[in-house]
């Protein structure tokens, strides 16, 4: 594995733009002086090196490490709208490493370890704030999967472990942990690392970093075809224009099955919605994530005060982003069994953002039949969490062209081969 | 919520209802080769706009049927033999 | 004080003379707390309009800055007026009425609302522009939990109670032909005009009576006013809503309102399928940008006017009034008659503005572009107006800029059919204009609901023969046009002012944002927060869009505009609960158990005993003499006809063709992947008539899955399956002596090991129940019988059956127990012992596997499984020193890597020893190979693979006696 460090000395980073830091605040505050750009608009190249699809936070953090890490500079990054505007903006901004498989625990440790430092890797306060993640057990089956995982967890070297009712109430004193209730907290898989943190901020340190290394960031360009020939790739078009390349990388959720069709690659995914929603503003009460798989909901109060909820995917496929009511009824719902004292608290905006779901619920990642066509799709609920590994290791694929170890379990062809990665095992046992 | 369209009941909420996915035919399950049976397992056509699908009417009359849903606006019409023929050409 | 003594001295100094269209009542007085002080109110009084009454400017302390804030649109909207209420944070107060004894707080402020620390924030206010967060506080990385807490503390909201409870909330379903958002002019006529035309209609205001804008309107409208509430009483056709709120519109016209101020409920949803959506929220009006525009003092033209002659406060004592449109002229107007000095009117359509407003805790002095200053306390202006298109939006409009009318209007074209728009969202018109144009709407919505209903009713085949088809207007109706005025476009004046006032965003932010590459209105709106406060952008979208557009020199229609999303006002989680409903199945039995002292047991929806007390007793009751333990939430599938052995044959793993009647068969369902699915046995009653079991967690899925082979694959296949798990109520009796026990209950079945053998089903009566089903099974390992008994007379076999057998032992025993017992026996259980991967050779079912049956589900995945082999399996397992238990999902380890896990694990009473099932990497599974278990605390511990999984009698000689 590479040490990463996209780490710039000095005063000015590398195209002369000046260091964010209290100092340069009161500067720029005293002297009125306005800010440089955080990314510039570039005329787009003919060709270029790499083509990475989707300005999220996978395919930004794929830029930047092809950039830092291996020198590879001269990339496109493409975004139909505008950056973070997929599942990088609208997840709800949880991360954590506390899976059940090795593989998957491995992969997001180092993703967390990534998110740790990412602040003064991009010199950008993403506010990653580790105030503790809780997923609540409320019968038997999935206190014994909470076990598993803590003990998988452990093995690895993650933070993680099961707590009784009584540390759950002095972590959460809102939630009811009273033995009456209709679905009754029996335990919790305790993971301290967890948190959340300010998901556009990982979007625009990584764009802002990525552009001053070199990389094109290309907003409102659409990609509309993939030239492929002779079994590998040659280009992309865009709504802006035709760009030669030898290299294509699909960063995008949601459309993961749509791009990859237009370098004829078949995909192991189906596209479901997924919903979220915020509550306005209260003093804060609520300290750690909470999330309970039984009750299908998951909530964390941000730094704003406002409550964050998700829950399961939708019930159909759909690349609808509508959202519903039923959404909001359940959530609720559940929201009020696991703390009765938020019902007067008043929800204020849903959105929904669409998750490739996989049949395995891991990633699909590296190569694929058409040579210099990449995949770094199907991340299903859990792609933000992955961001900057994803980058990394995406990078390393790219510039040695071979997968590195740790996302060797996630090719496409662990499907047809069926040797499925066993994440989905948490969910099978899970009721 | 979407009004599913059962063609035995009629328009109904949809939560009256559960997603089959995409209809697949089922290869022989004698003679498939591990690719065609994982491809019946696993891959999804997964199209943006007009999908054939299984719809299971759990909270009516507990029929399954299969109908075609536009996978971006929710509009689902009647599979029609012919149409979904020319599509295929 | 005396009501006399109240009513001399009045509820405030700004209170008015009586106001023709005004809504308190001054008959009473009622009193209330503000800041810990008694005030005073008429009832119909809102919060604010009570405060106001009384003099009151200052409401709240902003966000960043802690600025002071008061009234700025008198309404559900106005973001200076989030008051705590008790125990309810962020209370509209310019719209929620006073109640009596209301403990009103302001929020946000400390030590006290006038004079507020934090405001030294002001100060430093330069520091904080844009994103100032995200470029501070980098490093060190572990100093940000520390700042972390500080920003914590800024939270800009109001607090909530650990003791609130959720209190009665309910919901409502509503149908209605016609549902109309919005009861001021246009959406009154529509109403009228559709329930006229044979519609049912919904009609929904968001204040608390209808009219909209006529309510604050001179005579003219108030007789307009008059006259449109008298017919909407008298027409029966007609469901007015008010002080409800239309929140969101979903797929197929599915709408959620929100019912507020409703005697004993807090809110309540009602969601409503309509057949035809008619919007007619009107407009609301757009704050000015520019310096100091948030002072107290600055307000709305709409707010002037409600604050007059609604509620009869005077809203200043000497006024600045910029105005741009009639409304704002009618403003002048107003304060001039509640008595207010109006120093100055500027005409903004004549190229006169506002600079700069200047001020402490309140406006003191007006700078006008002209060079005027002029000492006012009150700035009303009256600049634009913005659609809220939010309901449009969600039924597929895309709103364009209309740069003629200065703002952002409805795409009809987008919309479907069942979505129309009528109103000033629509255009602008004298009174009789708008009316017809709602009503035209109102006709039209009630004609395609018309068809829609006809559609409906066609679509059902299996509707009422000969039922009437409701008759549909062919010809549609004509709707006349309405344009909007002419406006001129002002949005920002020539100074920076706050654009988001519930986030204390200036222009000057969104300027420095833009510059910074964040130059798009998303981009603008995510780095600043603009628009993401309470109000959702409902006053500061377009403003925002505007400046953004000015700096980045594109135009307003280039720049567009940011998606509404529901809810169109936020709404309570506890409206959007609803009465918690989260149903249990219990069995028949279960009062009894209760009476026995068991634990109970939440087991997916079913609540079972867990125990009555001592698990490992009951374990040897058992195994010793006889228990009884209640299995009602097994999953019981009635299947009936020719075909059900082919059936069998495709969903078991093994073959079906030769059970005979009165035999019962062990089975293994797996899905396509060959994943253990389920298991269970299924028992032939009669020629054709089957009873399947399957786990009590798999019931639901299972009959779904039978009926989706036989539906989709083999609808040729004659089987019918009915589900009747909870038609029976299901009892195993087990035990050395549980024949004994049965025998003195059965009648007409012949209990002998020669006449009902292991392995077979019979039918008869017990304890006088007829058309029992009795299975000797044994999930034990013990001799055992499963009595399915018809589910009314469950109880009554069961207290038989525990009297009968009093001489014997008899004792009940619960899950724990019974996960003991099979344990023991080794009997795997789906999901714990299997997880989502485990295919059928690994949970050792490679003898059960019938590879050469033509078909079965799962038979490619399991036929490569057994030739690649290799995998993992499930074996028994005993720890070396058996004291120690390892928990259940502990690792087992070799080499520092993870080769398998405990699935189940006991101590076993029967043994003195600990016992364990576990899956174990291909190389592991050999009879006395020895692992290593890592337990939860660390420690690794030695344990020894079993030759077969079962730990007691392996033979199975005790089950077949």
């Known amino acids: 594995m590479h040490p990463t460090n996209g780490r710039v000395n000095g005063h000015h980073r590398r195209n002369g733009t000046p260091r964010y830091s209290a100092w340069s605040l009161v500067q720029h505050g005293l002297t009125g002086a306005e800010w440089s750009r955080a990314w510039r608009a570039h005329p787009m190249r003919k060709s270029y090196d790499v083509v990475i699809v989707g300005g999220g936070v996978h395919g930004l953090a794929t830029a930047y490490y092809l950039a830092t890490n291996h020198g590879i500079r001269n990339i496109a990054v493409l975004e139909k709208g505008y950056i973070g505007g997929g599942g990088s903006g609208r997840n709800t901004a949880i991360l954590r490493s506390n899976y059940l498989t090795p593989e998957g625990v491995r992969f997001y440790d180092r993703s967390i370890k990534l998110y740790e430092r990412l602040a003064a890797d991009l010199n950008f306060n993403v506010m990653f704030s580790q105030r503790g993640h809780l997923t609540l057990a409320h019968n038997d089956a999935s206190l014994r999967t909470m076990h598993w995982r803590a003990e998988v967890n452990k093995l690895q070297n993650v933070d993680s472990e099961v707590i009784g009712p009584d540390k759950i109430k002095e972590l959460v004193p809102y939630l009811d942990t009273s033995t009456t209730t209709r679905y009754p907290i029996l335990g919790a898989l305790y993971h301290p690392p ?238 | 919520m979407m009004l599913l369209t059962c063609p035995w009941c009629g328009p109904r909420n949809s939560t009256e209802f559960r997603f089959g996915g995409e209809s697949h035919p089922r290869p022989r399950p004698d003679a498939a080769t591990p690719e065609e049976w994982r491809d019946y397992l696993y891959f999804a056509t997964n199209p943006r706009g007009w999908s054939r699908e299984t719809w299971y009417h759990g909270s009516g009359c507990r029929r399954y049927f299969a109908i075609e849903r536009h996978t971006e606006t929710n509009e689902h019409r009647a599979i029609d033999e012919r149409r979904a023929a020319e599509a295929r050409r | 004080m005396t009501q006399e003594q109240i009513a001399l001295a009045g509820t405030g100094a700004m209170r008015l003379g009586r106001q023709e269209g005004e809504v308190i009542d001054r008959r009473r007085t009622i009193t209330f707390r503000w800041n810990g002080k008694q005030q005073l109110a008429h009832p119909g009084d809102t919060i604010a309009s009570a405060l106001a009454a009384a003099g009151e400017r200052v409401f709240s302390r902003s966000f960043k800055y802690h600025r002071p804030r008061g009234i700025l649109t008198a309404d559900h909207l106005d973001p200076g007026c989030q008051l705590q209420v008790g125990d309810e944070p962020n209370v509209r107060a310019a719209h929620r009425l006073v109640e009596a004894d209301m403990d009103v707080r302001s929020q946000n402020t400390w030590p006290s609302l006038r004079f507020d620390v934090k405001a030294a924030n002001g100060l430093v206010g330069r520091f904080l522009s844009a994103g100032f967060y995200y470029k501070t506080f980098i490093k060190p990385e572990r100093l940000w939990p520390v700042y972390e807490k500080v920003l914590r503390q800024f939270v800009h909201a109001g607090s909530i109670s650990p003791d609130t409870a959720h209190d009665y909330y309910d919901k409502r379903y509503a149908h209605p032909d016609v549902l109309v958002a919005g009861g001021g002019p246009a959406g009154m006529s529509a109403a009228l005009a559709a329930a006229r035309a044979g519609a049912t209609v919904l009609l929904v205001d968001e204040q608390g009576a209808l009219g909209g804008r006529l309510r604050w309107g001179g005579p003219a409208e108030l007789h307009e006013l008059h006259r449109l509430t008298a017919e909407i009483a008298a027409e029966p056709g007609i469901e007015v809503l008010t002080d409800s709120v239309v929140g969101g519109r979903f797929d197929d016209n599915w709408v959620a309102v929100v019912q507020r101020n409703l005697p004993n409920v807090v809110e309540r949803l009602v969601k409503v399928r309509a057949k035809s959506f008619v919007v007619a929220p009107g407009l609301i009006e757009r704050p000015y940008v520019f310096e100091g525009n948030d002072l107290p003092g600055v307000m709305l033209s709409t707010a002037a006017r409600r604050l007059i002659n609604l509620y009869a406060v005077k809203p200043g004592e000497r006024a600045v009034v910029l105005t741009a449109n009639p409304e704002g002229d009618g403003a002048v107007a107003d304060l001039q008659r509640a008595g207010v000095d109006v120093a100055a009117v500027v005409d903004a359509r004549h190229g006169t503005t506002v600079t700069r407003a200047r001020g402490r805790s309140g406006v003191q002095s007006v700078e006008l572009s002209d060079g005027r200053r002029i000492d006012a ?295 396509e992947d060959g994943v253990v699915l389920d298991d269970g046995v299924t028992g032939r009653l009669g020629e054709q008539h089957y009873l399947m079991s399957t786990t009590s967690s798999g019931a639901g899925t299972v009959w779904e899955w039978v009926e989706n082979w036989l539906q989709t694959e083999h609808p040729d296949w004659q089987v019918h399956v009915t589900p009747v798990t909870t038609a029976y109520a299901s009892i195993n009796v087990a035990g050395p002596r549980s024949r004994e026990l049965v025998g003195r209950l059965a009648e007409g079945v012949d209990l002998s090991p020669e006449a009902f053998g292991y392995m077979n089903v019979r039918t008869g009566t017990v304890a006088g129940v007829p058309d029992c089903v009795l299975w000797r099974i044994g999930f034990t390992g013990e001799l055992s019988y499963e009595i399915h008994v018809p589910a009314a007379f469950g109880l009554h076999v069961w207290e038989a059956l525990m009297s009968a057998g009093a001489d014997l032992g008899v004792a009940p025993f619960g899950i724990e127990a019974q996960r003991i017992l099979r344990l023991e026996k080794g009997h795997f259980i789906v999901g714990q012992d299997t997880d989502g991967l485990t295919q059928a050779y690994t949970a050792g079912l490679g003898s059960l596997v019938k590879l050469d049956k033509q078909d079965f589900i799962g038979k490619p995945e399991l036929t490569w499984q057994a030739e690649r082999g290799g995998y993992p399996l499930l074996v028994g397992l005993q720890p070396i020193d058996g004291r120690i238990v390892p928990a259940e999902a502990s690792q087992i380890i070799a080499g520092g890597r993870i080769v398998g896990r405990i699935t189940s694990s006991r101590m076993s009473p029967t043994l003195g020893r600990s016992i364990c099932l576990g899956q174990v990497e291909a190389g592991l599974a050999k009879p006395g190979a020895v692992v290593t278990v890592r337990l939860i605390d660390g420690r690794n511990i030695p344990a020894a693979v079993t030759p077969q999984l079962a730990h007691v009698d392996p033979e199975g000689e005790r089950q077949r006696v």
């Open chain 1, 194 to 431: 967890g948190g959340i943190i300010r998901h556009d901020a990982v979007v625009w340190g990584y764009a802002r970093t990525a552009d001053a290394n070199g990389v094109h960031i290309h907003q409102k360009t659409e990609v509309t075809g993939i030239d492929v020939e002779g079994g590998r790739v040659t280009g992309v078009q865009t709504d802006q224009g035709r760009i030669a390349t030898p290299v294509v990388v699909n960063c995008t959720a949601g459309w993961a099955t749509l791009i990859s069709d237009m370098a004829g690659v078949r995909m192991p995914v189906q596209t479901f919605p997924l919903q979220a929603a915020v509550t306005e503003p209260v003093k804060p009460f609520l300290d750690t994530v909470v999330v309970s798989g039984t009750l299908h909901v998951y909530v964390s109060q941000t730094d704003r005060g406002e409550l964050v909820f998700g829950a399961s995917v939708d019930p159909f496929a759909s690349y609808s982003m509508r959202g519903s009511l039923e959404f909001t009824e359940g959530v609720a719902g559940h929201v009020l069994e696991l703390m009765p004292a938020v019902s007067k608290m008043r929800l204020l905006r849903q959105w929904a953002g669409l998750c490739d779901m996989t049949p395995d619920y891991s990633p699909i990642m590296g190569p694929t039949e058409v040579e210099g066509f990449y995949v770094d799709v199907g991340w299903g609920t859990y792609g933000f969490k992955a961001g900057p590994v994803s980058g990394e290791a995406m990078a390393d694929c790219i510039a040695n062209q071979r997968p590195p170890e740790i996302i060797s379990a996630f090719g496409i062809d662990r499907f047809l081969q069926g040797r499925l990665v066993g994440e989905k095992g948490a969910a099978a046992v899970g009721h």
């Open chain 3, 377 to 671: 306390d009150l700035l009303v202006t009256a600049v634009g107006w913005t659609a809220p298109t939010s309901l449009l939006n969600m039924s597929g409009d895309k709103p364009v800029y209309d740069p003629r009318s200065a703002r952002f209007r409805p795409d009809p074209a987008r919309l479907p059919d069942t979505v129309l728009a009528t109103g000033r969202i629509v255009g602008d018109g004298s009174f009789s204009e708008i009316a017809a144009h709602g009503a035209a709407i109102g006709r039209e919505a009630a004609r395609r609901a018309a068809g829609i209903r006809a559609r409906w009713q066609t679509q059902v085949p299996t509707r009422t023969p000969g039922e009437p088809v409701a008759e549909v207007p062919a010809k549609p109706v004509e709707i006349p046009d309405l344009t909007p005025a002419a406006h001129p476009e002002l949005f920002r004046g020539h100074t920076h002012g706050f654009v988001d006032f519930s986030e204390d965003v200036s222009s000057k932010d969104l300027f420095t944002a833009v510059a910074e590459g964040y130059d798009s209105v998303e981009l603008v709106k995510r780095y600043t927060t603009v628009t993401m406060g309470p109000g959702q952008g409902k006053l500061e979208t377009v403003n925002a869009v505007a400046v953004v557009a000015e700096a980045t020199g594109r135009t307003i229609a280039e720049t567009g505009t940011t998606t509404w999303r529901p809810m169109y006002a936020p709404v309570t989680l506890g409206a959007l609960a609803g009465r918690i409903f989260e149903p249990v199945r219990h069995s028949p039995m279960q009062a009894w158990h209760e009476r026995q002292g068991a634990v109970p047991l939440v087991a997916g929806q079913w609540i079972r005993p867990e125990h009555y007390g001592d698990p490992a007793a009951e374990v040897r009751t058992v195994r010793n003499a006889v228990g009884i333990i209640d299995v009602t939430p097994i999953g019981k599938l009635d299947l009936r006809g020719p075909d059900v052995p082919e059936l069998l044959n495709l969903l078991y793993v093994n073959k079906w063709n030769n059970l005979g009647v009165g035999r019962v068969r062990y089975g293994v369902m797996c899905a």
